[in-house]
């Protein structure tokens, strides 16, 4: 036979559990999703991204009122094989499915992807919370919203209106685990983290954990044969490497986890990897003015540049008494905050130019994204300065500015204790500096922030939302005074911003929809609850010899799509 | 005694050459703390990693360094900058959304329209080069050592005056006092030091400078205590102290009366090998991302930052504060050598 | 001897209850709370909840205090919370690259610094000493960060010597230990002159001279049979801190080891992880403390194991 | 027929870069064949480093003259090499040091220290060099070689380490022996074996032997030719039967007479400046140094003290302390529970009169100093009671007992030890004054000060500087001062002069002297030295592992000792001239 064909791949983060219900960080994302299937996938070269089957036999038929979702499976998808099911080849089911998305509400699994469903399918919330009180998750009890018409056909019923289900269907904590599996294999809580066990192209090989993962092509994978169509410039000649290839090309994926920058980019650049995630504090190394350095251009490295669908912004605790609440002289301090920050210096010097200045609220490549929004919120110190001496925020003979009543003026920002959350400080400094307001830098471990944001004792913050899915939902529903304690960290409340996310969460895409974030957005400036910064570039470089690469925005990794010249 | 151990070390060339380092760091401090140099390490005075004026400005750097002279930033690439343009002039859609402020602010703008700061020149290079923010690497470095010398030394005194205070009440008082202190050095050393660190600076979470010190205090006491214990057990039995009790002194008396002079030269010893150890330990600590606050510069953050910028090709940063340490760290290391040999009884000239 | 070692076990116990406690205060009182992180991006209150049952942290601290006792007492720290890899495991995993890399490290670095350590005393106080002990010291006096950064960079990158990072098998190795070497040989080589300065100048080392035995064999014999007692004593001390100290050169080179391991756990507040090595290396730090005792006996007859 | 010729040696030790300090200043003398030479000097006089010389085993830091010359059997040994040079030691010549504890490797078995040199030089196998240890074990008079042979150092008592020493350095029957000090770290019985044994040996092996020492009482009994040094210089070289009897230099003389002789009692002993001063004179002729008793016997019995209170010995006088089955044990903790205990003092009891002194003698470790300390609670007594002046010390309290600290004072065993390195002596005469509140202010204080340098002999210069600036006479001096400042009424008197020089030890022991007549004080005097004690004690008591074992009038004690361990530490006196 012919060699394996290997690909070499590097990790800036150990891995975490293999179990899809607990999938949590972007890292660990890239392996569950190469060994386990989703019922649906986005099309590899489609721009804006476009939903496509993967273990469905088609898109869902959604009912007109958006409630219902009929899904019909492929036949012939099969688990790989695994002691736990007895020698026989097991064939892949909508039960299993059903299985999988129940285990994400299961108390001791405690998952953090329960939200995906958490209030959407009729009857799953009610055995949620029975199970909640037992401690024990009755997967054999039937859930009416979970319609198994046969094992290949499964009609969901949704309590309320929902046109993005078939992107939430897609997301990796979805996929399909096998019951046999989590019941052989499943630790003290039923977590599989160490056993992957899927229907994907891929399946574990060699693992050591924290430094090497290697994966290995699943043989007994459904037949598929590469068929893309071209949406872009440079996609024909992706299109003419690889079109008619058996998937995947590549057998062999050796994954390993490098912590430190210039490990990582010493490796690549000596040959190491074959694709290599170029982050922020690198890109400098590999790129001038957003292309290729020539250098590395002249010895073919090829460049896969993307905007992440990716929302940067900063925001001020809404709850705060300081630098909250919706008075006038609230507002005019947010606002001057927000017009003395120079947002063009943070994205060159924090990011090295990695980012793309962003005034709306949703990223480009996402629906809903408005590309000719015109930004109220923009860099003018001397005015912001002038708004503040207006409303009363004067200057002492230190210096230094004190609240209208007198008191004195600190504003403290979080960050993360690593070099970015460092430099953002640094920056964010300057710009308090420049109003005249003392600045106090609070760095904390990412767990303490979480909690702390959580319970809106964060001050003022740089956050960054990845989209779970290509929607703009995903992004309004930041803001939205429900999700205060979940994720909505400024704990901005504002009735009239409730009342149009609730309406335009109950929308299809649409101008409709569009003109309501519009004015949704503005909104958010005008009060200056928060204010979008930027959306970061993503830079995946590959070697000469990789075939048919393109980043996928949504898509962790593209493995089983490409391939490497011999 | 001190008289001699002075004498001994000023026929010691290489102690007085590193005595000499010494102070000229220990001068540097203290300038850079008064403000009288340096006080304005944190002006942005070159484009952002200016090399050092001896290289000169290559193409190592790709910013050109014109772009960084507008007053107000502009990115070239922006597809909306007519829009933005077109702000300026006053009018915006606000899609039927009402601004608090839109009186204020036009009021403002009517009232003085570009009264910009007028923003310096930078420099494309500079002597040293400069880092990421244009900050000039000399007077950055400076400064940082103002910081690292100043955290090592007080959390040496801090590291000291604990050990000191531990090992003398273990050493002196013996018994179930021994004992005591005994378990919680035990316990302090069983956990190794990077854990010990991490653990207190999660206790102290992030209040600036005086963490550093704190961890570092609160963490490098050990060493000292066992020194210290094992000179009061052997001084104790000394009959100078049996005298001191003959003669009718307390034991604070003869703990730190007369028992203290006598191991000072331990301590004095274990407080210029904890210096140089803790200014080395600052380092780890802020690549742990226990470092300095913001606003606040040291050579544990320079080195740190520096890390990234050596694959970059922008070695300057690194260069300098590793050979501002290197060189004060061996001009002490040195000089304790030589302390120690002068302090040394058994050592007669 | 039997005696001597179950009293000396027995004597750990305190000592253990103390680290137990310590640690425990420490990262139960003041920790990141890991339910944050667990909860994931969309988190509320519920889940939240749910998590620190989960986990037992909502128990009343002498509880929690008690199941801790219980772990240590059985082995059995549970799982991490951050990967639910059962910790016995992760510690088991871990330590083999750790030791890969130390062993040779330690062996090296002693048996090169007592070589150099009995030259250097044999020419003390000529210029090659002095010579030799300044450079010491300017090697000292860079940080370990430095030379990770420039030896990567140089040796491994620049003139491809070593692989730049990775983790499989002995050839990885070499890079960190020539570089754990190059940070440790210094103070090591400082530490041991002095130790066999120490002994030269005794009246036995005259006593041998006297009956007219080679100076070599002073050295070798007399003086480093002597000495070896106190670098028994910082070698063996200095193994089980190694384990967690050598982190830097983990991270750099990808070992898979326990440092880094720790230093992940502690970011990530992965609590079970942290305690269970914590407790791991205190109880090592203790046995090769006995050890050492053990080994000095062997090594020093006037020491009486009692 | 001279075995080891020394000439014009001379040594200089470099003190720093430029300086350099002479230590022997020319010294010549000679061993003959099979002939014991003794060297006898005062402290720092150069006898060691000549010696060191001789083996070659001087540091790098010694510099040996030009013009020096060692010829040894006929070769010069100042022009051999290195590996010549250390060919012959061991084997022709050998050494045996003052330390045998720490000049024996702690870590080796003694059989494998004595079997190296055997090895070494006569270039035996393993099991033959065993063979011959055994033999050399034996000959040295250690029990039960065939145990003691893989006994490590620690395992043997002071005597059996001097011993292997010794057979270390016979082994391979060198034709020279130094032997330098080899018994100042040992008891006075023990000192009497190794001196025989060494005697032994010489007829046996037909050695020459150079023996070092600073006690002439030694040389009497075993040198044939006594070389007297001071100052790096001979003073006087001869026979020494003649040398000892009829010194011709003036500081042999003060030597020989420095010492207190068992059979006389002068009321002030000569000091070594008697006879080297600018007035220096025959001291038979020094009218007021002239020995009172020089001519009576011992039975004669006339007290030195007679001019005191007019009491008789230890039945008179009004009792001042009186101690009563004082007892201490030492507990020692083992592990966490265990204890181990150690009875130091059993059951002591003794009456002092004021202004008389008590002896108090016994070997090494027979509860002295112990005895000592518990008196002034120093120590915590485990039982008996201390009654001073009616009042029992041991069951006051610590406030009540601070009153009484005044009046009862130790003078420490060791004075160097017992002043503090840091302090000025002015700080240490001051302090206890401060303390015990005695004068107005720290300027009467000072005067007060001043006046007890003087009276203990000390320039005031003396106020400001550190104790380690002054001779071992010196510092016992101040440390008597220190106790004089609270004006004490017993002043318990450690082995004060054991350490000391002899003509050291007769300033002090003179001063003492003077001050009991002056001041009335009562003494309790320890020392190991016999003839010391019977020239200072009214009474004596004698010690044994902690019990008293005699306690009777001194010269009663020492006419008619009743107990055989008495007898025994009488009988290891050196008999000197
Ligand atoms: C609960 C699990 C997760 C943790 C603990 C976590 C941790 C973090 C942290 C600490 C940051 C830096 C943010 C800051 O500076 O404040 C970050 C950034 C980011 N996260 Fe996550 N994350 C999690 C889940 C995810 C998921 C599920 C995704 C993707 C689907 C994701 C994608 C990203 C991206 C793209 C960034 C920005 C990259 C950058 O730092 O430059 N994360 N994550
Ligand atoms: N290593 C050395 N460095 C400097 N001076 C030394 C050294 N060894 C001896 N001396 C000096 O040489 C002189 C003679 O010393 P030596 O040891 O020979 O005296 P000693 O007669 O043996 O005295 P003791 O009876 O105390 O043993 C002393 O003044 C001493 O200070
Ligand atoms: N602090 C102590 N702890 C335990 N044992 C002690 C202590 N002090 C003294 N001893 C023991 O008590 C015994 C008597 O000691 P002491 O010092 O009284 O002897 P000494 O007669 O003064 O001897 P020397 O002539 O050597 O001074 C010795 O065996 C000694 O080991
Ligand atoms: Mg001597
Ligand atoms: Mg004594």
Redesign the pocket.
């Known amino acids: 036979a012919a060699p394996v064909k290997t690909l070499r791949y590097i990790l800036p983060a150990a891995e975490a559990s293999f179990d899809p219900a607990l999938g949590r960080d972007y890292y660990t994302g890239h392996i569950t999703e190469a060994i386990f299937e989703t019922l649906y996938t986005y099309d590899y070269l489609a721009r804006p991204v476009q939903l496509a089957p993967q273990t469905a036999a088609a898109l869902p038929e959604v009912s007109a009122d958006g409630k219902t979702y009929l899904i019909r499976l492929k036949k012939g998808t099969y688990f790989t094989p695994d002691p736990a099911f007895g020698g026989k080849p097991r064939e892949l089911t909508v039960a299993d499915y059903v299985y999988s998305w129940k285990r994400l509400f299961d108390p001791r699994l405690a998952s953090p992807n329960a939200w995906l469903l958490e209030g959407k399918v009729v009857g799953l919330d009610a055995l949620a919370a029975q199970a909640q009180k037992s401690g024990r998750f009755d997967y054999d009890a039937p859930v009416a919203g979970l319609e198994i018409l046969d094992p290949y056909t499964l009609r969901i019923h949704l309590t309320h209106t929902d046109f993005n289900l078939g992107m939430i269907l897609a997301y990796e904590p979805l996929s399909a685990v096998a019951r046999e599996v989590v019941q052989k294999y499943g630790d003290s809580k039923g977590e599989v983290a160490g056993h992957p066990v899927g229907t994907g192209v891929y399946k574990l090989g060699e693992w050591i954990r924290g430094s090497r993962i290697v994966l290995e092509e699943n043989t007994g994978h459904r037949p598929q044969v590469w068929d893309f169509q071209p949406s872009a410039e440079g996609d024909e000649r992706i299109v003419q490497q690889m079109k008619g290839k058996k998937i995947p090309q590549i057998g062999r994926i050796e994954i390993s986890v490098q912590v430190e920058d210039q490990s990582r980019w010493l490796s690549f650049i000596s040959g190491g990897a074959d694709v290599f995630w170029l982050e922020g504090a690198l890109a400098p190394k590999a790129l001038a003015d957003g292309k290729l350095k020539p250098e590395l251009a002249q010895r073919g490295v090829q460049l896969s540049r993307i905007v992440d669908p990716e929302l940067s912004y900063y925001y001020w605790n809404m709850q705060d008494p300081v630098v909250g609440g919706f008075s006038k002289e609230k507002v005019a301090l947010r606002r001057a905050i927000a017009m003395a920050h120079d947002v063009d210096e943070e994205i060159k010097l924090v990011l090295n130019g990695e980012a793309q200045r962003l005034h709306f609220p949703i990223p480009s490549g996402v629906a809903g994204h408005d590309p000719n929004y015109q930004p109220l919120l923009r860099y003018d110190p001397v005015l912001a300065n002038q708004l503040l001496d207006r409303y009363g925020y004067k200057k002492g003979a230190d210096g230094w500015r004190t609240q209208p009543d007198g008191k004195p003026l600190v504003i403290t920002y979080t960050s993360r204790n690593e070099a970015n959350g460092v430099l953002m400080a640094e920056l964010w400094r300057k710009t308090y500096n420049r109003l005249g307001i003392r600045m106090d830098n609070q760095r904390m471990i990412f767990s303490d922030i979480q909690k702390a944001e959580m319970l809106c004792k964060v001050q003022s913050r740089t956050y960054q939302w990845l989209a779970d899915y290509p929607d703009g939902d995903n992004f309004m529903q930041l803001f939205y005074g429900g999700n205060i304690g979940q994720n909505n960290n400024g704990c901005y409340q504002d009735a009239q911003y409730d009342a149009w996310f609730e309406a335009s969460h109950r929308m299809p895409p649409g101008p409709q929809r569009d003109a309501l974030y519009r004015k949704m957005a503005r909104q958010l400036e005008v009060q200056a609850a928060v204010m979008p910064a930027f959306s970061r570039y993503r830079n995946m470089l590959a070697q000469p010899t990789v075939l048919g690469y393109k980043k996928h925005p949504i898509l962790h990794q593209e493995w089983k799509y490409i391939d490497i010249k011999d | 005694m001190v008289h001699g151990a002075w004498r001994r070390l000023r026929e010691d060339r290489v102690a007085m050459v590193s005595l000499a380092v010494v102070v000229a760091f220990l001068l540097m401090v203290v300038l850079s703390a008064s403000g009288l140099i340096v006080a304005d390490w944190e002006e942005e005075v070159g484009v952002n990693y200016a090399p050092p004026s001896f290289v000169g400005g290559t193409a190592a750097v790709s910013a050109p360094a014109a772009q960084q002279q507008q007053a107000l930033p502009e990115n070239p690439f922006d597809p909306i900058a007519d829009d933005i343009r077109a702000l300026r002039a006053g009018s915006v859609e606000m899609y039927g959304v009402v601004d608090p402020l839109a009186d204020d602010l036009a009021q403002l703008r009517a009232a003085g329209e570009g009264a910009a700061a007028g923003a310096v020149a930078r420099r494309a290079t500079l002597p040293f080069g400069g880092d990421k923010w244009g900050h000039d690497i000399i007077k950055k470095t400076i400064k940082g050592g103002e910081t690292s010398i100043v955290v090592g030394l007080v959390a040496a005194v801090l590291a000291v005056g604990l050990g000191t205070l531990f090992g003398a009440m273990s050493g002196y008082c013996g018994g179930v006092v021994d004992d005591f202190f005994n378990w919680f050095y035990s316990i302090f050393t069983a956990i190794p030091s990077v854990l010990m660190i991490l653990a207190v600076a999660a206790v102290l979470q992030q209040k600036g400078v005086l963490t550093i010190v704190l961890i570092l205090g609160l963490t490098g006491w050990t060493g000292p205590y066992r020194l210290i214990r094992a000179e009061y057990i052997k001084h104790k039995?000394r009959e100078y102290v049996l005298a001191a009790d003959a003669i009718g002194a307390s034991h604070w008396r003869k703990m730190f009366g007369h028992i203290f002079p006598n191991v000072s030269h331990v301590a004095l010893v274990q407080m210029s090998i904890l210096v140089v150890g803790f200014i080395k330990a600052e380092v780890i600590l802020s690549f742990l991302g226990f470092g300095v606050p913001v606003g606040v510069v040291s050579w544990g953050s320079m080195l740190n930052e520096a890390q990234n910028e050596l694959i970059l090709g922008r070695w300057w940063q690194l260069t300098a504060a590793a050979i501002a340490m290197a060189l004060l760290v061996t001009a002490f290391s040195l000089f304790t050598d030589a302390l120690r040999d002068a302090l040394d009884p058994k050592v007669k000239a | 001897m039997l005696a001597y070692i179950v009293r000396r076990l027995w004597q750990m116990l305190p000592t253990m209850l103390g680290v137990v406690v310590l640690v425990f205060v420490l990262f139960n009182w003041v920790g990141g709370d890991p339910a944050y992180i667990l909860a994931g991006k969309m988190a509320n209150a519920d889940s939240i909840a749910n998590i620190r049952r989960q986990l037992g942290v909502d128990q009343p601290f002498y509880v929690q205090l008690w199941i801790f006792i219980r772990q240590i007492a059985t082995f059995d720290f549970g799982l991490s919370w951050a990967t639910s890899e059962p910790v016995s495991n992760i510690i088991a995993t871990r330590l083999g690259p750790s030791l890969t890399v130390l062993i040779p490290l330690t062996v090296l670095e002693t048996l090169i610094g007592i070589a150099l350590a009995l030259v250097i005393a044999f020419v003390r106080g000529s210029l090659t000493d002095r010579a030799v002990m300044i450079a010491c010291t300017v090697g000292m006096s860079v940080s370990i960060l430095v030379y990770i950064i420039v030896f990567q960079y140089g040796l491994a990158y620049k003139l491809g010597l070593f692989p730049v990072q990775g983790w499989d098998g002995l050839r990885y190795a070499v890079l960190p230990i020539l570089i754990g070497l190059a940070v440790s040989i210094a103070p090591t080589l400082r530490l041991f002159r002095s130790f066999v300065l120490d002994e030269v100048g005794q009246d036995y080392v005259r006593t041998a001279r006297a009956k007219g035995v080679s100076e070599r064999r002073v050295m070798w014999v007399h003086v480093l049979r002597n000495a070896a007692i106190p670098i028994l004593t910082y070698v063996m001390s200095n193994l089980p801190a190694l384990l967690i100290g050598a982190f830097l050169l983990e991270r750099f080179f990808g070992i898979p080891g326990i440092g880094r391991e720790v230093i992940l756990a502690v970011e990530r507040s992965d609590f079970p992880v942290i305690k269970a090595i914590t407790v791991y290396v205190a109880a090592a730090t203790m046995v090769f403390n006995l050890l050492t005792d053990l080994l000095y006996q062997a090594v020093d007859p006037r020491v009486k194991l009692s | 027929m001279t075995l080891l010729d020394v000439r014009n040696l001379r040594i200089d030790f470099r003190v720093d870069r430029k300086s350099t300090a002479p230590a022997v200043k020319g010294v010549s003398f000679s061993v003959p064949r099979n002939a014991t030479v003794a060297l006898v000097g005062e402290s720092g006089s150069g006898k060691s480093v000549s010696a060191l010389a001789v083996m070659g085993l001087l540091d790098q830091a010694a510099l040996i003259g030009e013009g020096s010359c060692i010829e040894f059997d006929g070769r010069d040994l100042l022009a051999l090499d290195g590996k010549q040079r250390r060919a012959m030691c061991g084997k022709d010549m050998a050494m045996i040091f003052q330390e045998p504890m720490s000049s024996l490797n702690p870590v080796f078995t003694v059989g494998a220290q004595i079997a190296e040199v055997l090895r070494q030089h006569m270039k035996m196998g393993s099991a033959q060099a065993r063979c011959r240890t055994l033999e050399l074990l034996e000959e040295v008079g250690i029990p039960e070689p065939a145990v003691r042979i893989n006994a490590y150092p620690s395992e043997l008592s002071g005597g059996q380490q001097q011993r292997v020493m010794i057979a270390m350095a016979i082994a391979c029957e060198p034709k020279l022996l130094i032997a330098d000090e080899p018994t100042t770290a040992l008891d006075v019985t023990i000192q009497k074996q190794i001196m025989e044994l060494i005697a032994r040996l010489q007829k046996r092996h037909a050695m020459s032997v150079l023996f070092i020492t600073h006690d002439l009482g030694l040389v009497a009994e075993i040198a044939d030719q006594v070389v007297v040094m001071r100052h790096g210089e001979v003073r006087e070289a001869g026979e020494a039967k003649q040398v000892l009897t009829e010194p011709a230099d003036a500081y042999t003389r003060a030597l020989l007479h420095c010492r207190p002789k068992l059979d006389e009692r002068p009321h002030r002993l000569p000091v070594i400046a008697d006879f080297l001063g600018p007035t220096a004179v025959v001291p038979a002729q020094a009218g007021t140094h002239t020995p009172r008793s020089a001519t009576l016997s011992m039975d004669s019995g006339v007290r030195r003290n007679d001019g005191g209170d007019g009491g008789d010995g230890g039945d008179g006088g009004t009792p001042l302390l009186e101690v009563r089955n004082l007892s201490?044990v030492?507990s020692?903790r083992q592990g966490w529970f265990g204890k181990r205990e150690?009875h130091?003092?059993k059951d002591v009891s003794f009456t002092l009169a004021r202004g008389r002194t008590l002896g108090v003698v016994?070997?090494?470790?027979?509860?002295?100093?112990?005895?000592?300390?518990t008196l002034l609670r120093l120590?915590q007594a485990s039982g008996g009671s201390v009654l001073f002046d009616g009042r029992d010390l041991l069951s006051m309290s610590a406030r009540e007992f601070q009153a009484y600290k005044r009046r009862i004072q130790i003078v420490f065993?060791n004075p160097y030890a017992s002043l503090n390195p840091r302090f000025t002596v002015g700080d240490i005469l001051l302090e206890p004054m401060r303390i015990h509140r005695i004068g107005a202010g720290d300027r009467e204080r000072k005067a007060i000060a001043l006046n007890l340098l003087d009276k203990v002999g000390l320039p005031a210069t003396a106020y400001q500087r550190y104790p380690h600036e002054f001779s071992g006479g010196q510092r016992q001096r101040i440390a008597i001062a220190r106790c004089l400042t609270m004006q004490p009424e017993i002043l318990v008197c450690?082995?004060s002069v054991?350490a000391l020089d002899v003509s050291v030890q007769a300033q002090v022991l003179n001063l003492l002297q003077d001050l009991q007549d002056e001041l009335g004080l009562s003494y309790i005097f320890?020392?190991?030295d016999l003839s010391v004690v019977k020239y200072m004690a009214d009474q004596v008591m004698v010690?044994q592992h902690?019990a008293v074992v005699e306690l009777a009038d001194a010269d009663t004690l020492y006419r008619n000792p009743q107990q055989a361990y008495t007898r025994a530490l009488l009988a290891a006196i050196p008999q000197s001239g």
Do not use: N
């Open positions: 039995a | 201490k030492f020692q150690f130091a003092v016994g070997e090494s470790g027979s509860g002295k100093t112990t005895v000592g300390l120590h065993q450690d082995e054991s320890i020392s190991h010690m902690g």
